[in-house]
């Protein structure tokens, strides 16, 4: 079955403290995002890769990493986490302009 | 940068009754996306639009794009329970940074 998967779903963390949310797509597209939704403010992109060690800002970026190694992963790093980055996260990769979505990471903050 | 706008914000409607969404950018678009994300869940490609003054139709659902390429609508014809959910339009200004609309959220009343 062609889809995204996130992992973790839900993560409960305290400031400071290094995680990764990594993202995975099986239909060998090149583009891959990340989003973050907030109420209120929609979908907002905080990084894109075209293609495998191609990276790009999105609007959102301070206080994200990402990286391309391989065309089917997209991890997204937050080095020292702050409750400002509470949220949901999506991933999506695409090929052409239709994006493909995961199903969300619920990121908690404290 | 780049903006986009929608209006409205919530909708409520009983059901069969028509519903629109509209939405604006502040810039030139080379293509619109719409998007739904039902509640709980991860936004779901509905349809792209590219050429000026396009119109596409899916069943119930009519999707406009301006002369200007600036302002796309959804207009959903008689709604149903079904059509629940929240709708995005997304923005391309001929890179590949996608910039979401902040979504207007439809209710529908049985």
């Known amino acids: 079955e062609a889809q995204v998967t996130q992992n973790p779903r839900y993560l409960i963390t305290v400031t400071g403290k290094k995680l990764t949310v990594t993202c995975s797509q099986n239909m060998n597209h090149e583009y891959m995002s990340w989003y973050r939704q907030d109420p209120g403010l929609g979908l907002r992109q905080i990084y894109y890769?075209?293609?495998?060690?191609?990276?790009d800002k999105g609007d959102v970026p301070e206080g994200y990493k990402v990286s391309r190694k391989e065309k089917r992963n997209f991890p997204l790093i937050l080095e020292s986490p702050s409750p400002n980055q509470t949220s949901l996260y999506f991933c999506?990769?695409?090929?052409?302009?239709?994006?493909?979505f995961g199903p969300g990471t619920r990121l908690t903050v404290l | 940068g780049q903006q986009v706008m929608q209006i409205p914000q919530y909708q409520h409607v009983q059901e069969g009754e028509d519903f629109t969404t509209y939405c604006n950018s502040s810039?030139?678009?080379?293509?619109i996306q719409w998007y739904k994300q039902r509640p709980g869940g991860h936004p779901v490609f509905l349809i792209q639009?590219?050429?000026?003054?396009e119109v596409k139709k899916q069943k119930r659902l009519t999707f406009q794009f301006g002369e200007a390429k600036k302002n796309s609508s959804l207009h959903i014809t008689a709604t149903q329970t079904t059509d629940v959910g929240t709708y995005f339009c997304?923005?391309?200004?001929?890179?590949?940074?996608?910039?979401f609309g902040p979504g207007t959220r439809l209710s529908v009343l049985p």
């Open positions: 810039t030139t678009l080379s293509n």
């Open positions: 890769s075209m293609n495998v060690e191609v990276t």
């Open positions: 999506a990769s695409s090929y052409g302009n239709e994006q493909f």
């Open positions: 997304a923005g391309d200004n001929y890179g590949q940074n996608f910039v």
């Open positions: 639009l590219v050429k000026s003054g």
